[in-house]
Protein backbone atom coordinates (compact mmCIF):
# COMPACT_ATOMS: atom_id res chain seq x y z
CA UNK A 1 0.00 0.00 0.00
CA UNK A 2 2.35 2.43 0.68
CA UNK A 3 4.78 1.52 -1.92
CA UNK A 4 1.67 2.33 -4.46
CA UNK A 5 2.24 5.53 -2.72
CA UNK A 6 5.37 5.93 -3.29
CA UNK A 7 5.21 5.29 -6.53
CA UNK A 8 2.36 7.91 -6.69
CA UNK A 9 4.49 10.41 -5.07
CA UNK A 10 7.67 9.67 -7.69
CA UNK A 11 5.00 10.02 -10.88
CA UNK A 12 3.61 13.13 -9.17
CA UNK A 13 7.06 14.79 -9.12
CA UNK A 14 7.87 13.56 -12.94
CA UNK A 15 4.73 15.28 -13.62
CA UNK A 16 5.64 18.16 -12.11
CA UNK A 17 9.33 18.62 -13.50
CA UNK A 18 7.36 17.78 -16.84
CA UNK A 19 5.13 20.83 -16.39
CA UNK A 20 8.00 22.90 -14.98
CA UNK A 21 9.85 22.05 -17.93
CA UNK A 22 7.52 23.07 -20.80
CA UNK A 23 6.33 26.38 -19.36
CA UNK A 24 10.14 27.26 -18.63
CA UNK A 25 10.74 26.71 -21.97
CA UNK A 26 8.25 28.72 -22.68
CA UNK A 27 9.07 31.66 -21.44
CA UNK A 28 11.44 33.88 -23.63
CA UNK A 29 14.69 35.15 -22.41
CA UNK A 30 14.63 38.59 -21.37
CA UNK A 31 15.67 40.88 -24.27
CA UNK A 32 19.25 41.60 -24.21
CA UNK A 33 19.82 38.16 -22.71
CA UNK A 34 19.94 36.13 -25.61
CA UNK A 35 23.59 35.69 -26.45
CA UNK A 36 24.66 34.66 -22.66
CA UNK A 37 26.29 31.64 -21.70
CA UNK A 38 27.84 29.97 -19.40
CA UNK A 39 31.67 28.99 -19.63
CA UNK A 40 30.91 24.93 -19.79
CA UNK A 41 33.94 24.33 -21.69
CA UNK A 42 35.69 21.85 -18.88
CA UNK A 43 32.53 19.85 -18.66
CA UNK A 44 32.53 16.74 -20.89
CA UNK A 45 28.97 16.09 -21.02
CA UNK A 46 28.39 16.23 -24.97
CA UNK A 47 24.60 16.09 -25.26
CA UNK A 48 23.53 18.64 -22.28
CA UNK A 49 20.72 21.50 -23.37
CA UNK A 50 23.00 24.03 -22.71
CA UNK A 51 25.66 22.53 -24.79
CA UNK A 52 23.48 21.91 -27.57
CA UNK A 53 22.12 25.35 -27.23
CA UNK A 54 25.90 27.05 -27.73
CA UNK A 55 26.96 24.76 -30.79
CA UNK A 56 23.44 25.70 -32.11
CA UNK A 57 24.32 29.64 -32.10
CA UNK A 58 27.64 28.89 -32.96
CA UNK A 59 27.12 27.24 -36.49
CA UNK A 60 24.49 30.11 -36.68
CA UNK A 61 26.89 32.62 -36.27
CA UNK A 62 29.32 30.57 -38.70
CA UNK A 63 26.73 30.68 -41.32
CA UNK A 64 26.11 34.41 -41.15
CA UNK A 65 29.81 34.70 -41.72
CA UNK B 1 24.62 22.20 18.79
CA UNK B 2 26.62 25.67 18.77
CA UNK B 3 25.34 27.43 15.42
CA UNK B 4 28.28 29.12 15.02
CA UNK B 5 30.83 26.52 15.55
CA UNK B 6 28.14 24.39 13.07
CA UNK B 7 28.18 27.83 10.64
CA UNK B 8 32.61 28.62 11.05
CA UNK B 9 33.18 24.11 10.11
CA UNK B 10 30.70 24.16 7.29
CA UNK B 11 31.91 26.80 5.78
CA UNK B 12 35.23 27.01 6.39
CA UNK B 13 36.98 23.89 7.82
CA UNK B 14 34.73 20.53 5.91
CA UNK B 15 34.98 22.81 3.45
CA UNK B 16 32.32 21.42 0.52
CA UNK B 17 35.29 21.96 -2.35
CA UNK B 18 38.61 21.46 -0.34
CA UNK B 19 37.44 18.96 2.14
CA UNK B 20 34.87 16.98 0.53
CA UNK B 21 35.37 17.30 -2.98
CA UNK B 22 31.72 18.05 -4.01
CA UNK B 23 30.84 20.65 -6.86
CA UNK B 24 34.26 20.24 -8.71
CA UNK B 25 32.31 20.66 -12.10
CA UNK B 26 31.22 23.46 -11.98
CA UNK B 27 34.54 24.26 -9.77
CA UNK B 28 36.75 23.76 -12.99
CA UNK B 29 34.07 25.13 -15.60
CA UNK B 30 33.30 28.11 -14.38
CA UNK B 31 36.10 29.44 -12.62
CA UNK B 32 37.69 31.14 -15.02
CA UNK B 33 36.70 34.96 -14.23
CA UNK B 34 35.87 36.65 -11.29
CA UNK B 35 32.15 37.71 -12.72
CA UNK B 36 31.51 34.31 -13.46
CA UNK B 37 32.44 33.16 -10.29
CA UNK B 38 30.45 35.52 -8.11
CA UNK B 39 26.83 34.67 -10.60
CA UNK B 40 27.62 31.23 -9.88
CA UNK B 41 28.42 31.19 -6.39
CA UNK B 42 24.85 33.51 -5.25
CA UNK B 43 23.08 30.99 -7.78
CA UNK B 44 24.20 28.07 -5.53
CA UNK B 45 23.74 30.08 -2.18
CA UNK B 46 20.02 30.53 -3.82
CA UNK B 47 19.17 26.73 -4.87
CA UNK B 48 21.05 25.04 -2.09
CA UNK B 49 19.47 27.21 0.52
CA UNK B 50 16.07 26.60 -1.36
CA UNK B 51 16.34 23.09 -2.61
CA UNK B 52 17.49 21.72 1.46
CA UNK B 53 14.55 23.42 3.01
CA UNK B 54 11.94 21.89 0.22
CA UNK B 55 13.68 18.48 0.81
CA UNK B 56 13.57 18.86 4.81
CA UNK B 57 10.19 19.41 4.54
CA UNK B 58 9.04 16.73 2.28
CA UNK B 59 11.43 14.18 4.54
CA UNK B 60 9.49 15.16 7.93
CA UNK B 61 6.05 15.94 6.68
CA UNK B 62 5.68 13.41 4.11
CA UNK B 63 8.36 10.84 3.68
CA UNK B 64 8.39 9.81 7.15
CA UNK B 65 4.14 9.79 7.95
CA UNK B 66 4.33 6.85 4.95
CA UNK B 67 7.55 5.31 5.79
CA UNK B 68 9.21 5.69 3.09
CA UNK B 69 12.36 6.67 4.19
CA UNK B 70 13.58 4.90 0.68
CA UNK B 71 12.35 6.71 -1.53
CA UNK B 72 14.23 10.01 -0.10
CA UNK B 73 16.80 9.41 -2.98
CA UNK B 74 14.69 9.59 -5.64
CA UNK B 75 12.11 12.16 -4.39
CA UNK B 76 14.97 14.65 -3.48
CA UNK B 77 16.69 14.50 -6.61
CA UNK B 78 13.34 15.17 -8.58
CA UNK B 79 12.46 17.56 -6.31
CA UNK B 80 16.20 19.90 -6.90
CA UNK B 81 15.64 19.63 -10.71
CA UNK B 82 11.88 20.76 -10.07
CA UNK B 83 13.32 23.86 -7.94
CA UNK B 84 15.73 24.67 -10.53
CA UNK B 85 13.32 24.56 -13.19
CA UNK B 86 10.85 26.67 -11.20
CA UNK B 87 13.47 29.55 -10.61
CA UNK B 88 14.46 30.26 -13.70
CA UNK B 89 11.56 30.60 -14.86
CA UNK B 90 10.68 33.24 -11.91
CA UNK B 91 14.29 34.89 -12.34
CA UNK B 92 13.38 35.02 -16.02
CA UNK B 93 10.04 36.57 -15.75
CA UNK B 94 10.71 39.15 -13.06
CA UNK B 95 14.16 40.25 -13.52
CA UNK B 96 16.08 40.32 -16.62
CA UNK B 97 18.92 42.08 -14.21
CA UNK B 98 18.68 39.32 -11.87
CA UNK B 99 19.01 36.69 -15.13
CA UNK B 100 21.79 38.41 -16.75
CA UNK B 101 23.69 37.85 -13.58
CA UNK B 102 22.78 34.34 -12.36
CA UNK B 103 20.01 33.01 -14.95
CA UNK B 104 22.33 31.47 -17.15
CA UNK B 105 23.91 29.09 -14.27
CA UNK B 106 21.07 27.52 -12.87
CA UNK B 107 20.95 24.49 -15.68
CA UNK B 108 24.27 23.35 -14.40
CA UNK B 109 23.20 23.32 -11.04
CA UNK B 110 20.82 20.55 -11.58
CA UNK B 111 23.32 17.67 -11.33
CA UNK B 112 25.48 19.51 -8.95
CA UNK B 113 26.68 16.98 -6.53
CA UNK B 114 26.88 19.96 -3.61
CA UNK B 115 23.27 20.38 -3.51
CA UNK B 116 22.17 16.79 -3.11
CA UNK B 117 24.69 16.39 -0.50
CA UNK B 118 23.72 18.87 1.45
CA UNK B 119 20.13 17.83 0.86
CA UNK B 120 20.74 14.79 2.37
CA UNK B 121 23.39 15.58 4.87
CA UNK B 122 20.74 17.57 6.39
CA UNK B 123 19.01 14.48 7.25
CA UNK B 124 21.82 11.96 8.05
CA UNK B 125 23.02 14.75 10.61
CA UNK B 126 18.98 14.94 12.01
CA UNK B 127 19.58 18.92 11.89
CA UNK B 128 16.31 20.96 13.20
CA UNK B 129 14.85 23.27 10.84
CA UNK B 130 17.56 26.45 12.52
CA UNK B 131 20.93 24.35 12.09
CA UNK B 132 19.28 22.78 8.84
CA UNK B 133 19.00 26.41 8.00
CA UNK B 134 22.31 27.71 9.11
CA UNK B 135 24.15 24.64 7.11
CA UNK B 136 22.21 25.44 4.13
CA UNK B 137 24.02 28.45 3.78
CA UNK B 138 27.00 28.22 5.16
CA UNK B 139 28.17 25.32 2.95
CA UNK B 140 27.17 27.46 -0.46
CA UNK B 141 29.00 30.42 1.44
CA UNK B 142 32.14 28.33 1.56
CA UNK B 143 31.37 26.60 -1.87
CA UNK B 144 31.24 30.52 -3.16
CA UNK B 145 34.09 31.74 -1.40
CA UNK B 146 36.07 29.07 -2.87
CA UNK B 147 34.77 29.88 -6.17
CA UNK B 148 36.00 33.12 -6.18
CA UNK B 149 39.47 32.76 -4.78
CA UNK B 150 40.15 30.28 -7.27
CA UNK B 151 39.13 32.64 -10.16
CA UNK B 152 40.90 34.97 -9.06
CA UNK B 153 44.19 32.75 -9.00
CA UNK B 154 43.07 31.64 -12.07
CA UNK B 155 42.68 35.03 -13.72
CA UNK B 156 46.25 35.78 -13.00
CA UNK B 157 47.66 32.95 -14.34
CA UNK B 158 46.30 33.66 -17.79
CA UNK B 159 49.10 35.28 -19.15
CA UNK B 160 51.83 32.90 -17.96
CA UNK B 161 53.96 30.53 -19.09
CA UNK B 162 52.59 26.90 -18.06
CA UNK B 163 53.72 23.47 -19.10
CA UNK B 164 51.96 21.95 -22.53
CA UNK B 165 50.67 19.40 -20.42
CA UNK B 166 49.05 21.31 -17.58
CA UNK B 167 47.70 23.76 -19.19
CA UNK B 168 43.99 23.98 -18.37
CA UNK B 169 42.45 21.33 -16.17
CA UNK B 170 45.76 19.85 -14.49
CA UNK B 171 47.16 23.18 -13.49
CA UNK B 172 43.61 24.05 -11.87
CA UNK B 173 43.89 20.70 -9.75
CA UNK B 174 47.61 21.88 -8.56
CA UNK B 175 45.90 25.38 -7.98
CA UNK B 176 43.05 23.46 -5.53
CA UNK B 177 46.04 21.06 -3.82
CA UNK B 178 47.30 24.18 -2.83
CA UNK B 179 44.73 26.20 -1.25
CA UNK B 180 43.91 22.73 0.03
CA UNK B 181 46.84 22.96 1.58
CA UNK B 182 46.13 26.19 3.35
CA UNK B 183 42.92 25.33 4.32
CA UNK B 184 43.84 22.12 5.86
CA UNK B 185 45.32 24.09 8.80
CA UNK B 186 42.37 25.39 10.00
CA UNK B 187 40.82 21.79 10.88
CA UNK B 188 42.15 21.64 14.49
CA UNK B 189 39.89 24.36 15.01
CA UNK B 190 36.78 22.83 16.39
CA UNK C 1 50.80 -7.58 -37.64
CA UNK C 2 50.60 -3.67 -38.11
CA UNK C 3 46.71 -4.20 -38.29
CA UNK C 4 47.10 -5.92 -34.61
CA UNK C 5 49.77 -2.53 -33.83
CA UNK C 6 46.74 -0.29 -35.20
CA UNK C 7 44.05 -1.60 -33.24
CA UNK C 8 46.28 -1.97 -30.07
CA UNK C 9 46.69 2.02 -31.02
CA UNK C 10 43.05 2.78 -31.58
CA UNK C 11 42.11 0.97 -28.33
CA UNK C 12 44.69 2.58 -26.18
CA UNK C 13 43.72 6.31 -27.83
CA UNK C 14 39.86 5.20 -26.95
CA UNK C 15 41.16 4.41 -23.26
CA UNK C 16 42.95 7.78 -22.90
CA UNK C 17 40.92 10.34 -24.97
CA UNK C 18 37.52 8.85 -23.90
CA UNK C 19 38.59 8.22 -20.43
CA UNK C 20 35.37 9.84 -18.68
CA UNK C 21 38.23 11.04 -15.77
CA UNK C 22 41.04 12.02 -17.30
CA UNK C 23 39.60 12.54 -20.78
CA UNK C 24 36.22 14.22 -20.12
CA UNK C 25 36.45 15.24 -16.50
CA UNK C 26 33.53 13.34 -15.13
CA UNK C 27 32.42 11.90 -12.04
CA UNK C 28 36.11 14.08 -10.78
CA UNK C 29 33.53 14.38 -7.29
CA UNK C 30 33.72 10.90 -6.31
CA UNK C 31 37.08 10.09 -8.18
CA UNK C 32 39.09 12.36 -5.48
CA UNK C 33 36.72 11.50 -2.61
CA UNK C 34 36.84 7.73 -2.64
CA UNK C 35 40.50 6.70 -4.02
CA UNK C 36 42.47 6.45 -0.93
CA UNK C 37 42.48 2.89 -1.12
CA UNK C 38 41.99 0.46 -3.38
CA UNK C 39 39.42 -1.19 -1.48
CA UNK C 40 37.18 1.67 -2.21
CA UNK C 41 38.50 2.25 -5.58
CA UNK C 42 37.53 -1.43 -6.73
CA UNK C 43 33.96 -1.32 -4.79
CA UNK C 44 33.34 2.02 -6.07
CA UNK C 45 34.06 1.05 -9.69
CA UNK C 46 31.89 -2.05 -9.66
CA UNK C 47 29.53 -0.12 -8.11
CA UNK C 48 29.56 2.74 -10.77
CA UNK C 49 29.87 -0.10 -13.59
CA UNK C 50 26.75 -2.66 -12.44
CA UNK C 51 24.67 1.43 -12.26
CA UNK C 52 25.95 2.46 -15.63
CA UNK C 53 25.14 -1.04 -17.37
CA UNK C 54 21.80 -1.45 -16.33
CA UNK C 55 20.86 2.32 -16.40
CA UNK C 56 21.80 1.94 -20.25
CA UNK C 57 19.91 -0.50 -20.72
CA UNK C 58 16.78 0.43 -18.57
CA UNK C 59 16.93 4.01 -21.15
CA UNK C 60 17.61 2.31 -24.18
CA UNK C 61 14.51 -0.07 -23.57
CA UNK C 62 12.24 3.07 -23.09
CA UNK C 63 13.78 5.73 -25.76
CA UNK C 64 11.26 4.96 -27.88
CA UNK C 65 8.30 5.92 -25.76
CA UNK C 66 9.31 8.81 -23.40
CA UNK C 67 8.30 12.06 -25.17
CA UNK C 68 10.97 14.60 -25.51
CA UNK C 69 10.10 16.94 -22.99
CA UNK C 70 10.12 14.54 -19.69
CA UNK C 71 13.00 12.61 -20.99
CA UNK C 72 15.65 14.41 -18.48
CA UNK C 73 13.08 13.37 -15.13
CA UNK C 74 12.54 9.87 -16.24
CA UNK C 75 16.11 9.34 -16.78
CA UNK C 76 16.63 10.39 -13.73
CA UNK C 77 13.97 8.20 -11.72
CA UNK C 78 15.32 5.41 -13.50
CA UNK C 79 19.03 6.12 -12.37
CA UNK C 80 18.50 6.91 -8.77
CA UNK C 81 16.11 3.85 -8.21
CA UNK C 82 19.07 1.73 -9.46
CA UNK C 83 21.38 3.27 -7.11
CA UNK C 84 18.80 3.09 -3.99
CA UNK C 85 18.96 -0.54 -5.10
CA UNK C 86 22.55 -0.70 -5.22
CA UNK C 87 23.25 1.08 -1.75
CA UNK C 88 20.94 -1.15 -0.16
CA UNK C 89 22.61 -4.25 -1.71
CA UNK C 90 25.64 -2.42 -0.43
CA UNK C 91 24.52 -1.72 3.21
CA UNK C 92 23.49 -5.73 3.25
CA UNK C 93 26.41 -7.93 2.27
CA UNK C 94 29.23 -5.32 2.57
CA UNK C 95 28.97 -3.19 5.61
CA UNK C 96 32.61 -2.45 5.78
CA UNK C 97 32.67 -1.03 2.21
CA UNK C 98 29.13 0.87 2.88
CA UNK C 99 30.81 2.50 5.70
CA UNK C 100 33.88 3.58 3.62
CA UNK C 101 32.04 4.91 0.63
CA UNK C 102 29.65 6.82 2.48
CA UNK C 103 27.94 9.26 0.83
CA UNK C 104 29.65 8.76 -2.52
CA UNK C 105 27.16 5.78 -2.51
CA UNK C 106 23.98 7.81 -2.93
CA UNK C 107 26.04 10.68 -4.72
CA UNK C 108 26.63 7.84 -7.91
CA UNK C 109 23.02 9.48 -8.91
CA UNK C 110 24.36 13.02 -9.55
CA UNK C 111 28.07 11.35 -11.26
CA UNK C 112 27.66 12.81 -14.68
CA UNK C 113 29.06 9.93 -16.25
CA UNK C 114 25.85 7.86 -15.94
CA UNK C 115 23.54 10.61 -16.68
CA UNK C 116 25.69 11.87 -19.17
CA UNK C 117 26.02 8.50 -21.09
CA UNK C 118 22.29 8.06 -21.09
CA UNK C 119 21.78 11.42 -22.60
CA UNK C 120 24.49 11.04 -25.16
CA UNK C 121 24.38 7.32 -26.28
CA UNK C 122 21.99 5.07 -24.73
CA UNK C 123 19.21 7.42 -25.73
CA UNK C 124 19.81 6.69 -29.07
CA UNK C 125 21.17 3.62 -29.51
CA UNK C 126 19.87 -0.66 -29.02
CA UNK C 127 20.35 -2.00 -26.01
CA UNK C 128 23.35 -4.38 -27.18
CA UNK C 129 25.75 -1.03 -27.98
CA UNK C 130 24.09 0.37 -24.71
CA UNK C 131 24.88 -2.36 -22.80
CA UNK C 132 28.41 -2.35 -23.74
CA UNK C 133 28.92 1.31 -24.17
CA UNK C 134 28.30 1.12 -20.23
CA UNK C 135 30.51 -1.58 -19.52
CA UNK C 136 33.24 0.11 -21.55
CA UNK C 137 32.58 3.43 -19.82
CA UNK C 138 32.41 1.51 -16.12
CA UNK C 139 35.29 -0.52 -17.07
CA UNK C 140 37.44 2.53 -18.13
CA UNK C 141 36.28 4.64 -14.81
CA UNK C 142 37.43 1.55 -12.59
CA UNK C 143 40.81 1.62 -14.37
CA UNK C 144 41.55 5.13 -13.66
CA UNK C 145 40.14 5.13 -9.94
CA UNK C 146 42.74 2.06 -9.98
CA UNK C 147 45.65 4.06 -10.81
CA UNK C 148 44.97 6.97 -8.69
CA UNK C 149 44.21 4.97 -5.36
CA UNK C 150 46.94 2.90 -6.26
CA UNK C 151 49.42 6.26 -6.24
CA UNK C 152 48.10 7.52 -3.27
CA UNK C 153 47.98 4.23 -1.03
CA UNK C 154 51.53 3.08 -1.98
CA UNK C 155 53.18 6.90 -1.59
CA UNK C 156 50.97 7.63 1.31
CA UNK C 157 50.97 4.02 3.64
CA UNK C 158 53.63 2.62 1.84
CA UNK C 159 51.59 -0.69 1.22
CA UNK C 160 49.20 -2.38 -1.03
CA UNK C 161 46.20 -4.15 0.81
CA UNK C 162 43.27 -5.47 -0.16
CA UNK C 163 40.43 -6.69 1.46
CA UNK C 164 37.64 -9.20 1.17
CA UNK C 165 34.42 -6.99 0.32
CA UNK C 166 32.24 -8.69 1.95
CA UNK C 167 33.47 -9.87 5.16
CA UNK C 168 36.04 -6.95 5.46
CA UNK C 169 38.74 -9.66 6.00
CA UNK C 170 42.61 -8.71 4.82
CA UNK C 171 43.60 -10.96 2.12
CA UNK C 172 46.77 -9.31 1.16
CA UNK C 173 49.01 -6.99 2.46
CA UNK C 174 52.22 -6.08 0.76
CA UNK C 175 54.25 -3.12 2.29
CA UNK C 176 56.59 -1.90 -0.08
CA UNK C 177 57.73 1.48 1.44
CA UNK C 178 59.18 1.17 4.79
CA UNK C 179 57.46 3.49 7.10
CA UNK C 180 59.33 6.03 7.49
CA UNK C 181 59.65 6.69 4.30
CA UNK C 182 55.85 7.41 3.54
CA UNK C 183 53.84 10.50 2.54
CA UNK C 184 50.90 10.81 4.97
CA UNK C 185 49.79 14.14 2.81
CA UNK C 186 48.90 11.93 -0.23
CA UNK C 187 46.03 9.97 1.67
CA UNK C 188 44.68 13.55 2.48
CA UNK C 189 42.70 15.92 0.45
CA UNK C 190 45.96 17.41 -1.03
CA UNK C 191 47.25 14.18 -2.46
CA UNK C 192 44.22 13.64 -3.86
CA UNK C 193 44.40 16.94 -5.93
CA UNK C 194 48.10 16.65 -6.66
CA UNK C 195 47.91 12.95 -7.82
CA UNK C 196 44.60 13.82 -10.11
CA UNK C 197 46.73 16.12 -11.83
CA UNK C 198 49.45 14.63 -12.50
CA UNK C 199 47.67 11.77 -14.00
CA UNK C 200 45.48 14.33 -16.14
CA UNK C 201 48.79 15.67 -17.03
CA UNK C 202 50.63 12.81 -18.05
CA UNK C 203 47.56 11.40 -20.15
CA UNK C 204 47.12 15.16 -21.91
CA UNK C 205 50.94 14.71 -22.54
CA UNK C 206 50.25 11.52 -24.17
CA UNK C 207 47.03 13.06 -26.31
CA UNK C 208 49.27 15.60 -27.59
CA UNK C 209 52.10 13.65 -28.80
CA UNK C 210 49.51 11.40 -30.72
CA UNK C 211 47.68 14.11 -31.82
CA UNK C 212 51.10 15.32 -33.89
Not at chain 1, 22 to 40: F, I, M, R, S, W
Amino acid sequence: MNALLGAAIAFALVGLNAWLYTANKKTPVPEGCEELKPDCSACGIRDCALRSALTERKEENNGDN
Amino acid sequence: MNLFTLFLSAMLINNIILSKFLGMCPFMGVSTRTSNAFGMGIAVIFVIFGASLLSYALYYLVLVPLELEYMELITFILLIAAFVQLTDMIIKKHSPTLYKQLGIYLPLITTNCAVLYVAMDNITQKYNLIETIVNSIAVPAGFMLMLVIFATIRERLQGNDVPKAFAGNPIAFIIAAIMAIAFTSLSGLV
Amino acid sequence: MSENKEKKSVFMSKLLKENPVFGLYLGICSTLAISTSINNAIGMGVCVTIVLVLSNILVSCVRNITPEDIHIPVYIVIIASLVTVVSMVVHAFAPTLFSSLGAFLDLIVVNCIILGRAEAFASMNPIGPSAKDGLNMGLSYTVSLLAISLIRQLLGTGMITWDNPFTGANVFSLRIIPETFTLPLMTSQVGAFLTFACLAAAVAAINNKEAK
